[in-house]
């Protein structure tokens, strides 16, 4: 296996390009190549850069400048050319797939295999490991004592193995009991997991497991090795043991591997990679001769910000800290960098006041030296990012930031699932499904319940906590009785419901919560909108399972300024000007209960014999990576390298302290970067930013002289609006209609808002809840109590005449297909975009029906002849079938067809044409 390291900015990516014109050049068929690196985006990237190269050759007859120039005919590149877009350039996964479908049949599996996301394998694991809990429970089960040697930790035990499966191919009991107990339970509920996936679906672990099982199959290696001779590798520092393993046999069945990577980059510890892969690599490329030079020109650093990096990797490599010397080459400036003028910059915030006060005063630091580099060096706050090791540290640099005046955009929050927005919506949902436990406690005690803690602690403490609300708290225990009927609908309608009705107060949900917030919410409403599970029970595991991975951040803001995001997050980008926020913060350090040593694949249980020794190699391991990390973080930086930190006089921790031992900290002399030392007494306030220059005006666009002829209709209107205008006397609409501008509403206005809300919600007239609710819409603020009595009781009256069509003249609500209310609509005729919201459309009796409702006092259906027409047009558009349209008059209950004749002669009459 051939091996090169590549630091940071040095090309990895060209160096591949090259590899690949190489090969093609010496008659290596681009499709026979397999080029593997670690994420799609860089796939994709990769896959243009090669077909930029294969241009560059065919039409310049080189590439980069010359770098490279063929020597072999030009054909080669042609044919190339013509196969770029099927050739192999993916991820890991990705190629380990392909090579699982070229013997799919010989492995017993369907070619057509499909691929789980992880989050649902752990699902179907998690069921396989509750049904073997039970079943196992009983005396005569044969792992009934591996289960009782576990005890009630066993179903926790078993689900983080799953997770770590990517650490060692197989397992290994070791001497412990409850090592082996576990080793034994997991095969057991392992085993039933494969054979649920039979051959039809894999997983990102048994993807892996599978791709490197099939490599013992002769037939299987032999027909990975001739389709595709040649594989190179990128990102190798990011591999799991499995993976390594896999590429490590291939190369032994007859494949050139090729591989690079940069040790001093590997960071994704808690992704089960291991830096040790790269290494025995590189050992054994070392041992053969077939190490290739290292990449050490970067393009990406200023001589100052790379002088520094040399300096740190240096020191860290001779204290053995994340790497090795021979993983830490110089870097020498190239290209236009060698000629940028840069700095590095490092402030401490030095004090025996709490960490707490220490950071806040540093988050000030920050602040101002961002204002600083913006206003006298002309350093756009777009061109500038401030990274933090965990979200606690952004956090604080984004209050700081805020309260300075500097724009400024979180690119990646905390983990979303686990947001207290979303987790109010999981614990709603289930007190829907089962009201009991923690679920029921969160929902009491948050915006869905809002009470005490004190209430809460009675209810849940008394015998029957539901008699108990009922009794104390009755308008909540309506609330819940309303989630029993909500959990019985689509996931989808379910978490619409809940986030719109409305509360105490006739608050609804979202208003609880602050702007980001609020987008997580929209962002989970479209995120199942897209991905739709069977029911709900499916979908509150998927958000549990979630919640567990706290790499699952929350929305990015949109929006521009200064880049906020944490180191892990920062991988393979650059800035301007970087700033390494809060050195001084110590690792949190993780202490899972169940260790895997990726070595010789023993699990090791909390407590056991050998845990606290794989602890402690855990440990050591997350030590190392940490300064990995901090190289991550530096080499981010184009020109401007900034670090703060806060110190208290109790000595350094975290980053800090080698940075100190390096001398770079507040007593440091380091030649080439500026220190800083503050005190935490310091004004801390930063100035706002001065407002930017003006600059020359620009010059005025073509476009302003022209001029455009008048529409017969505005560019955006509504039938309701067109009706408005030719009946000005006629009955007000509803405030909600797009067409109408807001004001203050009028009786009638106000009841056809009710009308169509309840119905849409399809609330009940004679459920307790509805008349509250109704009540507490906003639309009646503007009323006297006694007049929202009246109007209550007129929609309440409205909607019995709705529901007493149910049944008869209109299909039954679970007699329909599709059901959808409140369904707006935006359609474009004549540069005209007509915009509305139809009332209902659903599919019953194998037909999609428009149904628009009335509280007119008089049937006069012509009036909303267009306004049907346009809707039936719009759904045929969409859906490809005509629908019936009909109207649905509530005062004196009646439905009206249109006859479609009728709708097309109204459509023709007011826009002059067909449809």
């Not at 994420?39 to 050759?57: M, N």
């Not at 008869?808 to 540069?831: I, M, N, S």
């Amino acid at each position: 296996m051939r091996v090169r390291v590549a630091s940071a900015g040095t090309g990895k990516t060209t160096s591949l390009v090259l590899r690949y014109l190489e090969l093609i050049d010496g008659g290596t068929p681009l499709r026979r190549i397999a080029g593997v690196t670690f994420t799609r985006a860089a796939a994709d990237e990769l896959r243009q850069r090669v077909g930029a190269g294969i241009e560059a050759v065919l039409a310049d007859g080189a590439y980069l400048g010359g770098a490279f120039r063929p020597s072999g005919p030009v054909e080669r590149f042609r044919r190339a050319r013509a196969e770029l877009d099927g050739a192999v350039l993916g991820t890991i996964h990705g190629f380990m797939a392909v090579s699982l479908r070229l013997s799919a049949p010989v492995l017993g599996l369907d070619p057509d295999v499909a691929v789980l996301g992880e989050w649902e394998a752990a699902a179907m694991f998690e069921e396989e490991v509750r049904s073997l809990s039970l079943l196992a429970a009983s005396a005569d089960h044969p792992r009934h004592r591996d289960l009782e040697e576990l005890g009630a930790d066993a179903e926790a035990l078993l689900l983080t193995l799953f997770g770590k499966r990517s650490l060692a191919a197989s397992l290994e009991p070791g001497p412990d009991r409850r090592d082996a107990a576990l080793v034994r339970l997991f095969e057991v509920a392992y085993g039933r997991y494969l054979t649920r996936l039979g051959g039809a679906l894999v997983a990102p672990g048994e993807i892996e497991r599978r791709a490197l099982l099939a490599l013992e199959v002769r037939q299987a290696r032999e027909r990975v090795v001739a389709r595709y001779p040649v594989a190179l590798v990128d990102e190798f520092q990011d591999v799991n043991p499995v993976q390594g393993a896999f590429f490590e046999r291939l190369e032994r069945a007859g494949v050139a591997v090729e591989v690079v990577g940069d040790p001093k980059q590997s960071i994704y510890g808690f992704r089960n990679a291991d830096v040790e892969v790269f290494r025995r690599a590189l050992d054994a490329a070392e041992a053969s001769g077939e190490v290739l030079p290292p990449l050490t020109d970067t393009r990406r650093h200023a001589p100052e910000v790379a002088s520094f990096l040399n300096r740190l990797t240096e020191g860290l490599a001779a204290r053995s800290l994340g790497f090795g010397p021979r993983e830490a080459p110089p870097v020498t400036p190239a290209g236009p960098q060698a000629n940028a003028r840069g700095r590095v910059t490092f402030h401490w915030v030095v004090g025996d006041r709490r960490i707490a006060e220490l950071r806040a005063r540093e988050g000030a630091v920050l602040a101002e030296s961002l204002i600083r580099a913006h206003r006298e060096e002309g350093t756009a706050y777009d061109a500038m990012a401030v990274l933090a090791r965990s979200y606690g540290g952004l956090a604080t640099a984004e209050a700081a930031l805020r309260a300075a005046g500097v724009p400024c955009v979180m690119l990646q929050g905390r983990g979303y699932y686990d947001r207290s927005e979303i987790r109010d919506l999981v614990h709603a949902l289930r007190v829907g499904i089962r009201p009991e436990g923690m679920s029921l406690a969160a929902f009491l005690r948050g915006p869905f319940g809002q009470l005490g803690l004190a209430e809460v602690d009675a209810v849940m403490a008394a015998e029957a906590p539901l008699a108990a609300l009922r009794a104390a708290h009755p308008a909540v225990a309506q609330r819940v009785e309303r989630l029993e009927g909500l959990a019985r609908r689509s996931p989808l309608d379910a978490l619409e419901r809940l986030v719109r009705e409305p509360l105490v107060g006739g608050k609804r949900y979202v208003e609880f919560l602050g702007e980001r917030a609020r987008q997580n919410v929209d962002a989970l409403l479209f995120e199942v909108a897209a991905r739709t599970p069977r029911d709900l029970e499916v979908l509150l595991d998927r958000l549990e399972l979630l919640s567990r991975q706290a790499e699952a951040g929350d929305v990015p803001q949109s929006g521009s300024g200064v880049r906020l995001l944490t180191v892990h997050r920062s991988k393979g980008l650059e800035f301007e000007l970087t700033a390494v926020f809060d050195a001084g913060r110590m690792s949190a350090g993780r202490s899972d209960p169940v260790l895997l040593d990726p070595v010789d694949g023993r699990p090791h249980v909390v407590h056991g014999s050998g845990y606290a020794a794989a602890q402690a190699a855990a440990q050591a391991r997350d030590a190392q990576e940490s300064y990995r990390l901090l190289y991550v973080a530096a080499s981010r930086a184009r020109d401007r390298l900034l670090v703060t930190g806060s110190i208290k006089a109790d000595g350094a921790q975290g980053w800090a302290d080698a940075l100190v031992e390096l001398g770079y900290g507040p007593d440091g002399d380091a030649d080439g970067v500026e220190i800083v030392v503050h005190e935490p007494g310091e004004a801390g306030a930063a100035a706002a930013p001065a407002p930017e220059p003006a600059g020359e005006a620009p010059a005025a666009a073509p476009w302003l002289e022209r001029r455009f002829a008048f529409l017969r209709f505005p560019p955006v209107s509504s039938p309701s609006r067109l009706r408005r205008e030719a009946e000005p006397d006629a009955e007000p609409l509803p405030p909600s209609d797009p067409g109408v501008a807001a004001g203050p509403p009028g009786r009638a206005s106000a009841v056809g808002t009710l009308v169509h809300y309840a119905i849409g919600q399809d609330w009940l007239p004679d459920d307790a809840a509805t008349r509250p609710n109704l009540a507490a819409q906003e639309v009646m603020f503007a009323f006297a109590p006694d007049e929202r009595e009246e109007i209550v009781d007129e929609v309440l009256g409205l909607v019995r005449g709705y529901r007493a069509l149910l049944g008869r003249e209109l299909p039954a609500l679970a007699a329909r297909q599709h059901d959808r209310a409140e369904l707006p609509v935006a359609v474009a005729y004549g540069g005209t975009v007509w915009q509305g919201v139809v009332d209902r459309l659903y599919r019953a009796d194998g037909r999609w029906v428009v149904e628009d409702y009335k509280t007119d006092r008089t049937r006069r259906p012509e009036r909303y002849a267009f306004q049907l027409a346009l809707y039936a047009h719009a759904v045929e558009r969409a859906l490809g079938e005509r629908p019936r349209a009909q109207l649905v008059y509530l005062r004196e209950p009646a439905v009206v067809p249109l006859d479609d004749d009728v709708l097309r002669s109204a459509f023709a009459e007011t826009l002059g044409e067909g449809t």
